[in-house]
DNA sequence: CATATATTACGTAGTTTTTACGCAATAAAG
DNA sequence: CTTTATTGCGTAAAAACTACGTAATATATG
């Protein structure tokens, strides 16, 4: 079966594995060059880009859907994924999608394909969010038949998006700064090894607000989450910093009873 | 229509007006007697309790849905409501429900009904919890033909429920216990008027911990939110306490910008 | 009417935590 | 060797928090 002929057995007889008027979007946040990014995707068709998502299996655990969904998109199984909000309020999220709608998202012409009134994509469309951290630098990404186009971009930069998703991005980023308060979140963001002040800006990127370079790691410190390395990083004309890990025990810890960061 | 007929109605023909699949459950939390409750109901022809809950419209707000089916449980309109969690996981909430478990739910013989294979109600339920939080004291509850019985529980007294409604709890708790410390909660579960000691053993309820006397009122004056009165409450045999309620214009402040109080 | 009992109201000393910031160590370039 | 930019570590001052003492009530009791 070519792409092709799947993207019409979707659009025509979906229903029969997935869940209609029921989707799950994610928002695959990491970190590069001092910057907190977002993954976005265009689909085919669209000016505007949006977050990542798709429709969830009749007999799939939800998380599990979220984790496909996520790996569909940046090639790397096993992420750390939280639920932060289900969105149904928005007019997007009320009002039926009409046939009219579907034909400018699919553009079944050029399948040659005709969209029935029973279509099962037609009616109102609810979301599940999960946001994803993850190390920016393992991440790989794919097009296929919907999607046109991957891109990072920078949290603080994203552009008027399709639908309720610049929401959905608020609401994300404002959960994860609310758990970072809460649980260590760090490990997800960072490349195994990492020095003082690459974890330092991370913090200072995530919550927006700078924070003092000598006191910021007596915190971590304090909560036992990191373990110092007897390497350093080579950064050019200064002196080297250290790199550091996460206690794997500590962390495990912290993340199953929580913790109080106050910074 | 007589409400059997209209439960009928709701059986056969209910996907006419609500989505299938997806449904919204209240956790609704009072306090009294130095004890936080939480309302649950018993179902016609259950012998567990369970969360009060119901379907969404088809063009209903889901925040709509849960202010509709809150204050058919309570009677008060315009409660505080909060979204916790989408629960998709759990085996109740993965496995499509039969013919069988259905019949056994509705028990259709008693209604003069027949459930074919293909009634809307068949299949996987995935359902939106909110929790709510009010003043006991207002609450009336009516039951229906679907609901058997009503009854207020002590929180650390909650018996085994339906399907996966204890973790539904215990995750409801938990996000309290979690907003309780960002933002001013008090205000619901508090008639207007209270005094120190009752909003002090208030949160010492609802964090199952024990707080300094002294030492917690301190911090709700510090961030602005209590207004003392010049009327004391009769409580007997002892000095009388002074009345407070909260400041609306800090309380609506804090509401939106969020609070840290430690304690 | 003095005393006992239980509770609220309020303050404060001592301790701990946090904050702000100084300064030495380092790495390379000029 | 000096300059520049950065990391690493420490510490004094300020702020916050904790623990707890004691006075003020309100009523019952003998």
């Given at each position: 079966m070519t792409e092709i002929d799947a993207a019409i057995a979707f659009i025509l007889n979906g229903h029969q594995q997935f869940m209609a008027h029921l989707s799950l979007d994610c928002a695959i946040l990491g970190y590069h060059d001092q910057q907190v990014k977002i993954l976005l995707i265009r689909y085919n068709g669209h000016q505007q880009w949006g977050l990542p998502g798709g429709p969830i299996r009749h007999e799939e655990p939800i998380s599990v859907a979220a984790n496909r969904i996520a790996e569909e998109t940046?090639?790397?199984?096993?992420l750390f994924l939280q639920q932060f909000h289900t969105f149904g309020d928005s007019p997007y999220r009320v009002h039926h999608r009409t046939v009219q709608d579907l034909e400018r998202l699919i553009q079944p012409d050029a399948l040659g394909i005709k969209i029935k009134k029973?279509?099962?994509?037609l009616g109102r469309q609810i979301t599940i969010g999960y946001y994803a951290l993850v190390d920016y630098q393992q991440v790989s990404v794919r097009t296929n038949l919907f999607v046109e186009e991957y891109r990072w971009w920078d949290i603080d930069q994203v552009?008027?998006?399709?639908?309720?998703h610049n929401d959905m991005v608020t609401k994300a980023l404002q959960t994860v700064r609310l758990h970072l308060y809460h649980q260590p979140i760090g490990a997800n963001l960072l490349p195994p090894k990492f020095t003082l002040p690459e974890i330092h800006f991370l913090y200072e990127s995530l919550l927006a607000k700078s924070l003092d370079r000598r006191n910021f790691p007596k915190k971590l410190f304090a909560l036992g989450l990191l373990n110092k390395l007897d390497e350093r990083r080579f950064i050019g004309p200064h002196r080297s910093p250290y790199l550091y890990e996460f206690n794997k025990a500590n962390y495990e810890k912290a993340l199953e009873e929580g913790i109080v960061l106050v910074i």
């Open positions: 940046t090639g790397i199984s096993g029973d279509n099962w994509l552009p008027e998006l399709l639908f309720d």
